[in-house]
């Protein structure tokens, strides 16, 4: 029976090729007997994960370091165990379960997510790759399939404030960022310490190049393409770079009632100027990158008095990071001069940085071997959202894949992928995983 014949008998049945899948019916083909995950436990354990931190949208608040966090990560952390994984948690609070391979000397091969989210976020982000991950190690294990090289399923912290735990072990974490603030309260050194991990002691779990033999992560799109082109899989080429900065506008608070209009110098108003400063440099040259004030507060806040301070974020993002670096100069340049006419002046200071991440080539071509002999359509496409992945780069070869959102809506908790495409990813993941584990490279 040839693989046309046997979509006509699903269809007969009132199977769809997509449930078929999901209910891990093998294809007929050179696949037919490649291993698959339980997509049936992957999405109950999706859907379980989700109570930690939900909110009454539908979504969930599960903010780094928070209670909610802690309490999705032991969750995790039994899944691990059931999967008979061996997890730790390292100094820079992140979670590492190992699985053993046949040759010991080989270096591991990485693969998660995380598990943290934005405020009012979705059950999607970061969930699907962790748990996909977990499913595929589980997986193996009943299936008596042993890698060739270790296997590390991994769970970073923080990556919604800007990939702390994979910056960490990428080397990238700087001392003074351990002192910035998190979503949840608490400085980063606070929260790794709240994880179960050591700040002081972060030199261990830093990595070096060629310390891994590759990183894979799945993960929902975040945009609309692949829904829009009917497109099952996305094998990201690159990630872009994210520089974000905080903004400090300066002016002098005074009276609302009683200081004239050409007197005064107003921070609140010169931070709105800034605003769509940044919206007209971004649009005025041609690419994909974007820029985004995402925060603003103004001091001291009352009604009846000028602001004397106004302080918000600049995010700028691209694939080219001489790019982001070209903007960034030319909005410097325009806050000079609304300082200028305004009375106020501009302070930057660099909040974080992540490089942009070109993935590997053969890494991608892996992918895109995998999910053809699974039957899935896919696309090589950029991705416009930060990732781990981007930190892991750094190590060693690195690839991702997504899969589609229904509506491109992420972030929000209305963010959703269907239960047939979770597992088609997952089943991507664990193919690519082999075949990464196979290969020799030099």
Not at 393 to 421: C, N, Q, V, W, Y
Not at 426 to 442: C, P, R
Request: proline share 5%; net charge negative.
């Amino acid at each position: 029976m040839n693989r046309r014949d046997f979509t006509s008998r699903l269809a007969a049945l009132g199977l769809t090729p997509a449930l078929s899948r999901l209910l891990a019916i093998p294809e007929i083909g050179s696949a037919a007997l490649a291993p698959r995950v339980d997509g049936a436990r992957l999405n109950r354990h999706i859907a379980e994960l989700s109570r930690f931190g939900a909110n009454p949208q539908g979504g969930v608040t599960r903010l780094a370091y928070s209670d909610a966090d802690r309490q999705g990560r032991e969750y995790v952390l039994g899944l691990m165990r059931d999967a008979k994984l061996t997890p730790t948690i390292d100094a820079a609070g992140n979670i590492i379960a190992a699985r053993p391979g046949r040759d010991g000397s080989r270096k591991p091969i990485l693969f998660g997510s995380h598990i943290d989210s934005v405020p009012e976020g979705g059950n999607y982000d970061g969930d699907v790759g962790s748990l996909a991950a977990i499913e595929v190690a589980q997986s193996l294990g009943e299936q008596g399939i042993t890698t060739r090289h270790p296997l590390q399923v991994v769970i970073w912290q923080n990556e919604e404030g800007g990939l702390y735990g994979s910056r960490a072990v990428s080397g990238q974490l700087t001392g003074d960022e351990l002192q910035n603030v998190s979503r949840s309260g608490k400085t980063i050194a606070d929260g790794i310490a709240f994880l179960g991990g050591d700040p002081q002691r972060l030199g261990p779990t830093r990595r070096n190049k060629g310390d891994i033999a590759g990183y894979l992560e799945l993960h929902i799109e975040q945009g609309g393409t692949l829904e829009r082109e009917h497109t099952d899989i996305g094998i990201v080429e690159g990630i872009v770079g994210i520089k974000q900065w905080e903004v400090t506008v300066t002016g002098f608070a005074n009276h609302a009632g009683t200081t004239p209009m050409d007197q005064r110098h107003d921070a609140l108003l010169a931070a709105a100027r800034f605003v769509d400063a940044v919206n007209r440099t971004v649009t005025s040259i041609p690419g994909r990158q974007v820029g985004t004030v995402g925060r603003m507060q103004a001091f001291p806040g009352a009604p009846n008095v000028i602001p004397g301070q106004a302080i918000c974020t600049l995010e700028l993002r691209d694939l080219d990071e001489a790019k982001i670096d070209s903007l960034f100069a030319s909005i410097s340049a325009k806050a000079t001069r609304i300082g200028g006419e305004t009375g106020t002046t501009f302070a930057f200071r660099l909040l974080h940085e992540n490089t942009p991440a070109p993935s590997d080539a053969r890494v991608r071509a892996l992918i895109a071997d995998s999910a053809r002999e699974l039957g899935l359509t896919m696309k090589v496409m950029p991705s416009g959202a930060g990732h781990d992945a981007q930190a892991m780069a750094t190590l060693g070869p690195m690839g991702m894949i997504f899969i589609p959102s229904i509506g491109g809506i992420s972030h929000a908790p209305k963010e959703f992928s269907r239960p047939e495409d979770i597992v088609n990813g997952a089943n991507v993941l664990m193919a690519s995983l082999l075949k990464l584990d196979a290969v020799d490279w030099t």
